[in-house]
Nanobody, 123 residues
Framework: QVQLVESGGGLVQAGGSLRLSCAASGRTFSSYGMGWFRQAPGKERESVATISSNGRSTLYGESVKGRFTISRDNAKNTVSLQMNSLKPEDTAVYYC????????????????WGQGTQVTVSS
């Protein structure tokens, strides 16, 4: 069982930056693949970035490539999402998620989800 708590969301102007953090409970965090997903009103949930259990593999959604960076610290049971050059279309609720697989891309592979944190980018 893994519990996830996100933080770091907020309101930012276009072009600005935010850093999201996700704190995970549990002694086996280092064996879980992790991901950040987002959902805007009226839209389907979208994969933002995923990272393997050892942190060596990452994958980004096309819309965020080159702007967002996912990272993890297995010693601290945390995963982060650095978001730069934010755009109004990045506005969404961002969710941290964990999968018992060492690495997964599809959101359906993720069993554990945080409560979400709102990111709003003004134009």
């Amino acid at each position: 069982q893994v519990q996830l708590v996100e933080s770091g969301g907020g309101l930012v102007q276009a072009g600005g930056s935010l850093r999201l953090s996700c704190a995970a409970s549990g002694r086996t965090f280092s064996s879980y693949g992790m991901g950040w997903f987002r959902q805007a009103p009226g839209k389907e949930r979208e994969s933002v970035a995923t990272i393997s259990s050892n942190g060596r593999s990452t994958l980004y959604g096309e819309s965020v490539k080159g702007r967002f960076t996912i990272s993890r610290d297995n010693a601290k049971n945390t995963v982060s999402l650095q978001m730069n050059s934010l755009k109004p279309e990045d506005t969404a609720v961002y969710y941290c998620a964990a999968t018992p697989m060492s690495y997964a891309i599809m959101s359906t592979s993720y069993n554990y989800w945080g409560q979400g944190t709102q990111v709003t980018v003004s134009s």
